[in-house]
């Protein structure tokens, strides 16, 4: 491989990072819920897009490809945090009602109602977070949460409804009598 | 699709969920990951794989070939080549058996050792590495003693 490949290359990994780290790193703070954790994970799935650039076949666009690697991460990650009870205790706290203290987003939400809609958002699992995070926060298309989430378009399309009919009646159960 | 009070419902959801804020970005994760960037990309490895996957279906198809080869010389030549050397064999030792039961009923007849010895001298020249040439041999020792003693 020649010097000026090798030059090229790093600044197509640039501009890769510059591009698409915000919406690597929002998507990993918003289903990890914790700022220190997305860092990490940011951090770990542009390591392994560098080690995987060979592999990249430009069939999806780089952000689809890199949130893809992200959401491997943070499964990978709670795999691992299971074995830990008092992380998984984070992970599992479906039914808390206060709000993350560690997450950035409770002090942007400044209406009453977007903090319920974001806190409903947040007792969903991995996976219901996922697709509403990527579809409504991202504005991730059907195909391309396909292909992040590894599933088929159609069981995409369908568990998005659900989610968002599950979230409807969450924020039903949240209105004050 | 969506006239009823819970779609409207939903699309209400919806364009809410739309409309949450973004959160900030750290100061100084841009360049934490733009000092990750390695050094060198290695685009090889991909050519790597490629080259290896050929010589891997190369060397299978090899293989198979042989196989294949291997296959139809065990299946088809060497059993034919085999049956027609046991037949060889059989046909041969009948030959030899049958000329050398002939040698000794000459060898028991009177006046008949001489013919005797000529047609056990013939089987073990001409069947060789033979159970019926063992027995002329020995059979024409035996002869021979005979004619000492007599």
Redesign the interface.
């Known amino acids: ?1 020649t010097d000026g ?2 030059t090229d ?2 600044q197509q ?2 501009s890769i ?2 591009d698409h ?2 919406s690597v ?2 998507f990993l ?2 289903i990890t819920r914790d ?1 220190g954790l997305a ?1 990490d994970l ?2 770990e799935t ?2 392994a897009a ?1 080690q995987k ?3 990249f076949e430009h069939r999806s666009d780089a952000g689809t490809w890199l949130c893809r690697i992200a959401y491997r991460k943070f499964i990978d990650q709670v795999r691992k945090r299971q074995t830990d009870a008092k992380l998984t205790e984070n992970l599992k706290s479906e039914k808390r009602s206060e709000p993350e203290t560690q ?3 409770d002090r ?2 400044a209406d009453e ?2 903090r319920q ?2 806190q409903a ?1 947040q007792t969903l699992d991995e996976n219901g977070r996922a697709l ?1 995070i990527l579809h ?2 991202q ?1 991730r298309s059907f195909s391309q949460m396909a292909e992040i989430l590894d599933q088929p378009v159609g069981s995409i399309k369908w568990r998005v409804n659900q989610v ?2 599950r ?2 009646d969450l ?1 039903e159960e949240r209105k004050p009598l | 699709m969506r006239n009823d009070p819970n779609n409207k419902e939903l699309e209400l959801l919806e364009a809410q969920l739309r409309q949450l804020p973004q959160p900030p970005i750290p100061a100084g994760l841009e360049e934490k990951l733009l000092a990750a960037i390695p050094k060198r990309i290695d685009r090889s490895s991909r050519q790597r794989i490629l080259w290896s996957s050929l010589a891997a279906a190369l060397a299978a198809g090899l293989i198979f070939a042989f196989s294949l080869y291997l296959f139809h010389s065990q299946t088809q030549s060497t059993p034919q080549l085999a049956a027609i050397d046991i037949e060889q064999t059989i046909t041969r030792a009948g030959f030899a058996a049958e000329r050398l039961a002939a040698a000794q009923l000459l060898a028991q007849t009177p006046g008949g050792q001489e013919f005797a010895r000529e047609r056990l001298n013939y089987v073990i020249a001409q069947f060789p590495n033979t159970d019926a040439a063992k027995q002329a041999n020995l059979e024409l020792q035996s002869l021979s003693k005979r004619r000492i003693i007599q």
């Open positions: 491989m490949q090798n290359d790093r990994c640039r990072v510059r780290y915000p790193y929002r703070l918003h700022e860092e940011t951090q542009f390591a560098w650039f060979n592999t997450n950035p987003m942007l939400l109602r977007s809609l974001y958002v509403i409504y926060l504005n968002l009919s979230l409807r924020m």
